[in-house]
């Protein structure tokens, strides 16, 4: 048996780390903090192409379909998308295309984000969710083509 987590064991730990902090203060401090360990994406994927739609904030995303898997990289220039993105990315990268097109993200609202967000955090953090379930589609249905 793999030591790979499913989508909903990830999750749980994102809302257990969540659940030590007291504030939102606190809590907008840990995502700054994921944010900063982000890998940096290298510069020749930051082309427009690449950046997510719907974000007030600029956010490349780029993904790879390794061996049954699809693994995300990403970059934005503001920190608390960075970290936002980090979130989904330690979420869903990884996983079949099945499991990411499936997955609900229900972490998203047991920490309570899209109720601490700006309106246009809101609905850029729904752009790139949206990106990052497409890509998974996209190489669902050329995996399938090539079969």
């Not at 379909?65 to 608390?80: K, L, N, P, Q, V």
């Not at 969710?129 to 190489?139: E, G, I, P, S």
Request: with cysteine.
């Amino acid at each position: 048996m793999s030591n790979h987590k499913t989508i909903e064991e990830i999750e749980n730990e994102i809302v257990n780390e969540f659940s030590l902090f007291d504030s939102w203060d606190d809590k907008y401090e840990y995502i700054i903090d994921l944010g900063k360990r982000l890998t940096p994406l290298a510069d020749k994927y930051k082309l427009d192409e690449n950046k997510v739609r719907g974000c007030q904030s600029t956010v490349y995303l780029v993904a790879d379909h390794i061996e049954g898997r699809i693994f995300y990289t990403a970059d934005s220039d503001a920190i608390i998308v960075k970290g936002l993105i980090s979130m989904l990315i330690r979420v869903l990268s990884g996983q079949s295309p099945d499991d990411i097109i499936n997955a609900r993200l229900d972490f998203i609202n047991k920490i309570g984000m899209m109720s601490h967000l700006a309106q246009t955090r809101s609905n850029g953090l729904l752009s790139m969710v949206k990106q990052m379930k497409n890509y998974a589609l996209a190489f669902k249905i050329k995996n399938t083509a090539n079969v």
